[in-house]
């Protein structure tokens, strides 16, 4: 679903900032929220240029045994115990496997909305792409994001939208009465006209907590997306590099029974989701986006 511009206090800082590249040391304005905030880190020496972090996937690889060479993606992802993990790899239907056997994505919206067996990250995987209309679901209260519980969700995205709606990736929340917009929960949005990707985190109407980057994404090619909670602070990690902290972490009021929703309103190719009752940790998360080289 498109938020609107009922994020007054997102908005108005982020129009400033579209022209942000890639790379340059990023900093959230302190003001971006009422009294809890992200911040953005600085790219590490070397990362000066716009596609520093988002083409990174070159050199490194994850060790694996002598013999049998470098661990699959999967295996490294596996390895690290997820809740649920769906590799998105159906040809057609309304339901998205769990390889972890336990949770299944529904299809659900307009059915039209999602294109299957298109090109993926993994060698023999595919992706699915999100033309409008269409979501992925879980509805049996596995995914718990409420208080300040541990958390992890992991995707790699290539968005290809162009207006100047916000588009969810990944929404878990309970809508406003009063505004189109949360009222208590979590979601990710991109905006391509705002240049930003953000997870933010929902109480009584309002963002208690979030982690952001302003950016453009390319629509040639995945990115690696992480947002984990380890219980005191929120981490956004972009391509194997963490580009965004919270601040002052407040618990989101979110319902355990409320949908657990992915690629909502988002136009684009989502694949390799998942989910950790737990907070990866930076060289985990690393990991990840080397193994899938």
């Known amino acids: 679903m498109a938020l ?3 994020r007054r206090t997102v908005i108005t800082v982020l129009v400033a900032a579209m022209c942000v590249p890639l790379g340059c040391s990023l900093m ?33 690889s994850t060790d694996g045994d002598a013999d049998s060479g470098p ?6 992802v596996l390895a690290d115990g997820p809740v649920s993990y769906w590799h998105l790899d159906e040809k057609g239907g309304v339901l998205f ?27 023999g995987g595919s992706a699915v792409r999100m033309i409008g209309g269409a979501l992925l679901q879980n509805d049996d209260g596995a995914f718990d994001l409420s208080g300040l ?18 588009h969810n990736v990944f929404a878990k929340y309970v809508l406003s009465d009063a505004a189109p917009a949360p009222a208590n929960g979590a979601d990710l949005f991109w905006s391509s006209s705002l ?15 979030f982690v952001g980057l302003n950016t453009q ?27 965004s902290i919270g601040k ?16 909502r309103g988002y136009i684009g190719y989502l694949d390799e989701l998942a989910f950790y009752d737990k907070a990866l940790s930076m060289e985990q998360v690393s990991a990840h986006f080397h193994a899938a080289e």
């Open 97 to 123: 496997a769990d390889a972890m056997g336990r949770h299944p994505l529904e299809l659900g919206g307009d059915a039209s909305g999602v294109v299957y067996s298109n090109p993926g990250v993994t060698d």
């Open 28 to 60: 959230v304005p302190d003001d971006l929220a009422s009294g809890s905030n992200g911040s953005e880190v600085p790219m590490t020496s070397g990362d000066s240029s716009a596609d520093a972090v988002i083409d990174e996937r070159k050199d490194s």
């Open 248 to 263: 002052n972490p407040a618990p989101s009021a979110t319902d355990p029974k409320v949908p657990f929703q992915w690629g």
């Open 195 to 209: 240049s930003r990707l953000q997870f933010e985190r929902w109480q009584d109407g309002g963002v208690t907590d």
């Open 4 to 6: 609107p511009y009922s």
């Open 71 to 76: 661990l699959t993606y999967e295996q490294v």
């Open 217 to 243: 994404l390319p629509d040639d090619r995945f990115v690696h997306v992480v947002v984990t909670m380890d219980g005191t602070r929120l981490v956004l990690y972009v391509n194997g590099a963490a580009v």
């Open 149 to 166: 519980k541990p958390f992890t969700l992991e995707i790699w995205m290539r968005p290809t939208s162009t207006d100047t709606a916000y």
